[in-house]
């Protein structure tokens, strides 16, 4: 019997998403097919099988047979193929942002703090990172916050947790989080420490650097902020503003910094991160400069 139609084929996707930290080139073998011996072309009839090496393009019509028996179909179907990333990335908006799920499966969640702010020479601390696993289903609704890099002395509070420096000091950077299920603090499944404000005033010196499971304390002094920790710091998800002294504010995290204590001055500290709401999480301090940042990849 001569299989010469298509009419068991259906065509379940038309090419697999790009779903790796860098785009990569997609290629036939990405394409998948029910049926027997599928086998792929870049004509509706003649020509050579294409290899299964062969980069696929978006915009592209391929071609499909079946083989049943040894006998090759001799009709093909039709797929425009589309390639995506599965990448979404998110930078500061000063806003609440979502992401929602596009599938079910897996999916890598990166986040960077926001560095704290500069006072003269004397630089914030530099956000932290921290990434985990997250399964989500298809339709799951992720709130973003991305911090906001500190301010000037003076300068007001940062986004999303960062504290305010007076005079002399830098405000302390925001942290950046993701809350699943809604938005208060307890919804928070993964989040990095923002930096704490530089001083320029004594005790001088650069802030504390964003968590990593500790956010720094501040540097140069016996009177500088200390980091936020897992089980404490100035607030859950707040660094310490200095409304009335001259020294920096404390960076946001999962518990945010404090701020220098000295009235004089005295630099910021950074705030913790958080992973307890994700697999495989891992965190690194001292990362991030300017604001902060949310990558979700699928895996």
């Given at each position: 019997m001569?299989h010469?139609?298509?009419?068991?084929?259906?065509?379940?996707?038309?090419?697999?998403a790009?779903?790796?930290?860098?785009?990569q080139?997609?290629?036939?073998?990405?394409?998948?097919?029910t049926?027997?011996?599928?086998?792929?072309?870049?004509a509706?009839?003649?020509?050579?099988?294409?290899?299964?090496?062969?980069?696929?393009?978006?915009?592209t019509?391929?071609?499909a047979?079946?083989?049943?028996?040894?006998?090759?179909?001799?009709?093909r179907?039709?797929?425009?193929?589309?390639?995506?990333?599965?990448?979404t990335?998110?930078?500061?908006?000063?806003?609440?942002?979502?992401?929602?799920a596009?599938?079910?499966?897996?999916?890598k969640?990166?986040?960077?703090?926001?560095?704290g702010?500069l006072?003269g020479?004397?630089?914030g601390?530099?956000g932290?990172?921290?990434?985990?696993?997250?399964?989500?289903?298809?339709?799951?609704?992720?709130?973003?916050?991305?911090?906001?890099?500190?301010?000037?002395?003076?300068g007001?509070?940062?986004?999303?947790?960062?504290?305010?420096?007076?005079?002399?000091g830098?405000?302390?950077?925001?942290?950046?989080?993701?809350?699943?299920?809604?938005t208060d603090l307890?919804?928070r499944v993964?989040?990095?420490?923002?930096?704490?404000?530089?001083?320029?005033?004594?005790?001088i010196?650069?802030?504390?650097?964003?968590?990593?499971?500790?956010?720094?304390?501040?540097t140069?002094?016996?009177c500088?902020?200390?980091?936020?920790?897992?089980?404490?710091?100035n607030a859950?998800?707040?660094?310490q503003?200095?409304?009335?002294?001259?020294?920096?504010g404390?960076?946001?995290?999962?518990?945010g910094?404090?701020?220098?204590?000295?009235?004089?001055?005295?630099?910021?500290?950074?705030?913790?991160?958080?992973?307890?709401?994700v697999?495989?999480?891992?965190?690194?301090?001292?990362l991030?400069?300017?604001s902060?940042?949310?990558?979700?990849?699928?895996?």
């Amino acid at each position: 019997m001569i299989h010469n139609t298509l009419k068991n084929l259906i065509l379940m996707i038309a090419i697999a998403a790009v779903c790796s930290a860098l785009v990569q080139a997609q290629t036939v073998a990405s394409l998948a097919a029910t049926g027997q011996g599928i086998k792929w072309y870049a004509a509706s009839a003649g020509g050579t099988a294409l290899a299964s090496t062969t980069t696929v393009l978006t915009g592209t019509t391929y071609y499909a047979s079946q083989t049943i028996d040894g006998v090759e179909s001799t009709s093909r179907f039709a797929v425009t193929a589309t390639v995506r990333s599965c990448q979404t990335d998110f930078s500061y908006t000063g806003a609440v942002q979502t992401f929602t799920a596009p599938s079910s499966g897996n999916y890598k969640l990166e986040v960077w703090g926001a560095q704290g702010g500069l006072a003269g020479s004397y630089a914030g601390g530099l956000g932290g990172y921290a990434t985990g696993t997250k399964t989500l289903t298809a339709g799951q609704v992720l709130n973003i916050y991305v911090g906001q890099a500190g301010t000037a002395p003076g300068g007001g509070v940062a986004w999303n947790g960062g504290g305010l420096g007076n005079c002399c000091g830098a405000g302390g950077g925001g942290g950046t989080d993701i809350r699943i299920g809604g938005t208060d603090l307890s919804n928070r499944v993964i989040v990095a420490g923002g930096g704490g404000g530089g001083s320029l005033d004594v005790p001088i010196g650069p802030g504390g650097e964003g968590g990593g499971d500790s956010g720094g304390s501040g540097t140069n002094g016996t009177c500088t902020g200390a980091g936020g920790t897992q089980s404490s710091g100035n607030a859950l998800g707040v660094g310490q503003s200095n409304a009335s002294g001259d020294a920096a504010g404390g960076g946001g995290g999962y518990w945010g910094g404090y701020a220098g204590c000295d009235s004089s001055g005295g630099s910021g500290g950074g705030g913790s991160a958080y992973i307890g709401g994700v697999t495989s999480g891992s965190t690194t301090a001292g990362l991030q400069t300017g604001s902060g940042r949310v990558l979700i990849t699928k895996l």
